[in-house]
């Protein structure tokens, strides 16, 4: 009998979820959330909570663009179900012939196979963040399988 890994690819699955953006597939974008998950911007200090909150902002979102695009420029699985990636997003905002470009670094946290919370920072704020979360995530499990009997 083969062993396979229950684990999945988060780093997969990240892929998957900018595919569906960049087909504007909110229902496949949606299922990639848990239902209570949690969605920081930068911008503002925007907070969404929950998939009707996080489905709304994603549809004003893409509505602000006649074109757009997102690409991954890096994507990291930092153990402890955290991910952090680089993302280019490029478009052309809704009636306007030029073209804008953004780069961020995003912080996804994941329990098991779905979105608990992303937060969209800079890119090297993000990526130590990133780093110290994974790590603070793997002490605090590893604290709490000491204490099991």
Do not use: C, K
């Not at 239902?35 to 979102?61: C, K, Q, T, Y």
């Not at 074109?67 to 052309?92: M, P």
């Not at 090297?124 to 604290?143: I, N």
């Amino acid at each position: 009998m083969s062993e396979e890994s229950t684990t999945p690819d988060l780093v997969a699955l990240v892929r998957r979820a900018l595919e569906a953006m960049n087909r504007r597939d909110l229902d496949a974008v949606m299922s990639s959330f848990a239902s209570d998950a949690v969605f920081e911007g930068r911008a503002l200090g925007d907070v969404f909570v929950g998939h009707a909150a996080i489905r709304g902002f994603i549809e004003e979102w893409l509505g602000a663009y006649e074109e757009l695009e997102y690409r991954l420029e890096e994507a990291r699985d930092l153990g402890n179900e955290v991910v952090f990636t680089v993302v280019v997003q490029s478009g052309r905002p809704a009636g306007s012939a030029g073209h804008v470009q953004q780069r961020e670094g995003w912080i996804v946290v994941w329990a098991r196979d779905v979105i608990a919370r992303i937060t969209v920072s800079q890119v090297d704020g993000g990526r130590a963040a990133a780093e110290r979360l994974a790590r603070e995530r793997g002490e605090a499990l590893s604290r709490e399988n000491a204490e099991l009997p």
